[in-house]
């Protein structure tokens, strides 16, 4: 890996993918394993949304949710870059999932939006879930159906792609194999 000025931001890996893949399970055993993982802003926001009764929720008001979506994470990734911490940390969706997500409901991307996407940079090598029906499931901040998961994952895909990352896809199996692969291609990646 070649070292750059944001030799800091090699370090920040992305985890992504449609809704239910097993992202949270993933991020929660690379934590048991040592490693610093970041929570997805999404979920805080819709969860925070509703105990207030607020309007920022995807089903509601879609542009008031994709902007506290965004500014939400570019301020965690501001915090993490600012604590310089060592070592790996691992992102549950980074700032492209917002974009993504923005292009899917057709909400206009500012021109300011796509400069800032270009300052908050991760690791070019972005690990992304593919959907997973079996474990598939729907919960008070997941109103997607299935097919609405398969395509999320589709454009995140492309969106990613389209910023100049590279896409590994990690295969369905145990929490334990899926961990296995994400750390043996981060050491594959280093040498």
Not at 29 to 40: A, Q
Not at 128 to 135: Q, T
Not at 136 to 149: P, S
Request: with cysteine; glycine share 6%.
């Amino acid at each position: 890996m070649l070292k750059t000025e944001h030799s800091l931001s090699d370090q920040f890996f992305v985890i992504t993918g449609g809704p239910g893949a097993g992202k949270t399970t993933l991020l929660d055993e690379l934590g048991r394993n040592g490693f610093l993982t970041v929570d997805e802003d999404a979920r805080r926001i819709i969860k925070e949304q509703l105990m207030i009764n607020g309007e920022g929720l995807p089903w509601q008001n879609k542009e008031y949710y994709a902007r506290l979506m965004f500014e939400a994470s570019i301020h965690t990734y501001q915090k993490i870059k600012d604590k310089a911490a060592t070592g790996i940390v691992f992102f549950d969706r980074g700032l492209p999932d917002t974009i993504c997500y923005m292009n899917m409901e057709n909400i206009p991307v500012s021109k300011e939006k796509e400069e800032k996407i270009r300052e908050v940079i991760y690791n070019r090598n972005v690990f992304i879930l593919p959907p997973w029906k079996e474990i598939y499931e729907n919960d008070t901040e997941r109103k997607q159906d299935w097919d609405e998961a398969v395509f999320t994952f589709q454009e995140m895909k492309k969106t990613y792609l389209r910023y100049g990352y590279e896409v590994i896809e990690v295969p369905k199996g145990s929490v334990q194999d899926r961990c296995s692969f994400v750390l043996e291609n981060i050491n594959r990646l280093k040498n």
